[in-house]
């Protein structure tokens, strides 16, 4: 199961950006999503993750990121406020709420590459 993300883009500091993971041929409200992001360099690691109407949040994100989904567009959203450069990095959606799961029964689509720059 692949999903696509895309929103990713140039932003400055203290900016916002919304992502949207989506999928084709199949309702994403029958798995848990997760946005994981990817700095180089270092290990996957996951942002957020929605899963029978539960949120979860990693560090990087409390406080300052929100996941959603919208059912009716088949869509999850990452809506990403007070950005800081240290955000830049490209983030990807999945099915599953950690990386280890998504690596044992799921697959990585392509992710949406972030700028965090003035």
């Known amino acids: 199961v692949q999903l696509q993300a895309s929103g990713g883009g140039l932003v400055q500091p203290g900016g916002s950006l919304r992502l949207s993971c989506t999928a084709s041929?199949?309702?994403?409200?029958?798995?848990?999503i997760g946005w994981f992001r990817q700095a180089p360099g270092k290990e996957r690691e996951g942002v957020s993750c929605v899963s029978d109407g539960s949120t979860y949040y990693g560090d990087s994100a409390k406080g300052r990121f929100t996941i959603s989904r919208d059912n009716a567009k088949n869509t999850v959203y990452l809506q990403m406020n007070f950005l800081e450069p240290e955000d830049t990095v490209i983030y990807y959606c999945a099915t599953g709420c950690t990386v280890d799961y998504v690596n044992k029964y799921s697959s990585w689509g392509q992710g949406t590459l972030v700028t965090v720059s003035s």
């Open positions: 041929g199949f309702s994403l409200d029958h798995f848990a």
